[in-house]
């Protein structure tokens, strides 16, 4: 405990990130681990001393890069106390509280979110923690590919049918990777354009999948986002739910990073269109001080996730199962094993309060309106839409922008990545990591103030 302490209280002034070459932290370990036992306090502070230069700051206040990853407290004891228990719930029995806290509490955060009765384990529906969104984006494909089948595609394979499913052209590459891993190809992801508001273009969507069924193609799903990670942008799910309803595809929501804002009543406008939704997924681990890996993933019927995923080998078999009425989340998932993550979420809800939660989302997105104001002083253009915790900005053309993102990250006091929208670079500032504060993001602004003036 010591050691994360002295860690998390250097944060303040480290540098965000290292100065290391690769290979540097490889050449300091020995090439075979040690024959005689050490001492623990000397092991650890070997360990320590090898990794720390080589840690980036994802846990510093001026972490702006990609999303947080954040990770409070609470949450760092409900992780020991997972590790100390040592349960591994693949079913129900194998570890009841396990399951049934998991149940419970992610039906809590369906409810503080504002998410629909549809979603909850108390009726037809259910919330499961993941590792990350990017397997909850695989199972929703997997769902739907079942449910989709002219012949069960668990049984007998994908087969001949030429599947394809739609995303916005800002859509997280998770989506390829589940087609990919589907068996379905990458380029069964359609790309849709993005509209003025960079959500995906509703008309646009449309035509593409009369052309695909015109061309003899099975369209079985889409993927919406809340949040893209370029920009923050979000589908309007009350334009392409329609479609994908009337079409019978399954409408799979990626909210990882902005979901969380929904704790705010007045973020919710997220879920309009909500009704069409067959999964949703948000990543606590991203903006609630929740550490990875936490991403909740609900469906709106479990039996469709159960269908596509369940296999009931002997060695597995057990009364509880046989009689009914319990959850085997092993059938909820890709790997059978699984640990008790739920502790951290519980730990956090009842340390923080939603209250608190809600307080710090708040400022974060009082925080990055402030900031996108304030850079409009200077010579670059602010992306519109600006959306919560997410600013991005641009030079004149995208050399210039690559060249002052250079300036920027130069001194490693802090690290802004970049995304390409619709052809123009831009410059994000992601504002969500929740030690950092009104004087981090002054600082952050004379920063990039210097590194606009600075003459190369
Ligand atoms: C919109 C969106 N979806 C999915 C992901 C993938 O997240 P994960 O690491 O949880 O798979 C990200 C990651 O940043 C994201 O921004």
Redesign the pocket.
């Known amino acids: 405990m010591e050691a994360i302490a002295r860690y998390w209280e250097a944060l303040q002034n480290a540098p965000v990130r290292p100065e290391v070459e690769p290979g540097a932290i490889d050449r300091m370990m020995p090439r075979e681990a040690p024959d005689e036992a050490l001492p623990f306090a000397d092991a650890l502070e070997q360990l320590t001393a090898l990794v720390e230069p080589g840690l980036v700051g994802w846990q510093s206040p001026r972490w702006h890069a ?2 947080p990853a954040n990770g409070g407290p609470a949450s760092l004891f409900g992780d020991m106390l997972s590790a100390g228990y040592g349960q591994q719930g693949m079913l129900w029995a194998t570890s009841p509280a396990c399951t049934e806290v998991e149940a419970r509490v992610v039906d809590w955060l369906r409810i503080l979110l504002g998410l629909p009765e549809r979603f909850s384990i108390d009726g037809q529906g259910g919330g499961v923690i993941q590792d ?3 397997s909850a984006t695989l199972l929703a494909m997997l769902a739907a590919r079942e449910k989709a089948g002219t012949e069960s595609v668990r049984e007998h394979g994908v087969g001949h049918q030429r599947w394809v499913s739609y995303v916005s052209e800002l859509a ?1 590459s ?1 989506f390829e990777r589940a087609a990919m891993i589907a068996g379905l190809g990458r380029l069964s992801v359609r790309k849709v354009p993005t509209d003025a508001l960079l959500g995906m273009d509703a008309h646009a969507l449309d035509q593409m999948i009369r052309e695909d069924k015109a061309a003899g193609l099975k369209p079985f799903f889409v993927g919406a ?1 809340i ?3 370029a920009c923050g942008s979000s589908d309007d799910l009350r334009t392409i739910g329609p479609i994908a309803k009337s079409e019978h595809m399954w409408l799979h929501v ?1 909210a ?2 902005n979901g969380a804002a929904a704790l705010c009543p007045e973020h919710r406008a997220m879920h309009q269109g909500i009704e069409h939704v067959d999964s949703w997924c948000f ?1 606590p681990h991203k903006w609630l001080p929740v550490h990875f890996d936490c ?1 909740v993933f609900w469906v709106a019927d479990r039996n469709d996730l159960i269908n596509a995923m369940s296999v009931n080998p002997e060695y597995l078999k057990n009364d509880a199962t046989e009689q009914g009425g319990v959850i085997d989340y092993r059938d909820w998932q890709i790997p059978l094993g699984r640990r008790f993550r739920a502790l951290k979420l519980w730990l956090t809800l009842y340390t923080e309060g939603a209250e608190q939660l809600r307080k710090t989302i708040r400022k974060h997105i009082a925080f990055s309106r402030g900031f996108a104001d304030k850079l409009k002083q200077l010579d670059v253009d602010v992306l519109v839409p600006q959306t919560l915790g997410l600013v991005a900005f641009a030079a004149k053309d995208n050399d210039s922008t690559e060249e002052l993102q250079r300036r920027i990250n130069h001194s490693r006091k802090t690290w802004l990545t970049h995304a390409e929208i619709q052809g123009r670079r831009w410059i994000r500032v992601a504002i969500g990591a929740w030690r950092t504060e009104e004087h981090h993001m002054d600082q952050l602004y004379k920063e990039i103030e210097a590194a606009i003036k600075t003459d190369v």
Request: proline share 0%; hydrophobic share 30%; net charge negative.
């Open positions: 990609f999303w990350s969104a990017s997280h998770s986002t949040g893209t990670t990626d990882a990073m990543n991403d």
